[in-house]
């Protein structure tokens, strides 16, 4: 498992699955995390993934500037973040993040 910590917030991924993401994905989640960073990065409840943790799908801008992507839950009463997933937005979702920023 990854751990890091950016000032109150953490952030946690199985390392085996991060090198998956990267195979299926191109995405690295060390680059997902950095979306975390978009402070107008809408996020949305994930009812579909959610049946033994609550998960959310975020929508932001990486470091590497490009439209992700993130399934994640939060651990440790809401102050880490387990990175499951993350991949480039399709088109659809980049029109819909572009909407929350114009």
């Known amino acids: 498992m990854y ?3 950016t000032g109150s917030l953490g ?9 998956e993401n990267i ?6 989640f060390g680059e997902a995390l950095t979306a975390f ?4 990065a809408p996020f949305y409840f994930d009812p579909g993934h ?7 799908l975020l929508l ?5 500037h490009r439209i992700l992507v993130i399934s ?5 009463g809401g102050t880490a973040i387990r990175i499951i997933s993350a991949r480039k937005a399709n088109e659809h979702e ?5 909407r929350y920023h114009a």
């Open 60 to 64: 932001g801008m990486s470091s590497s």
């Open 3 to 5: 751990e890091i910590n």
């Open 94 to 98: 980049k029109k819909e993040y572009r």
């Open 37 to 40: 960073k978009d402070e107008c």
């Open 23 to 28: 195979r299926k994905h191109g995405v690295s």
């Open 11 to 19: 952030f946690e991924w199985d390392d085996a699955k991060n090198a």
């Open 50 to 56: 959610s049946h033994s943790e609550d998960r959310y």
């Open 72 to 76: 994640h839950c939060y651990r440790d």
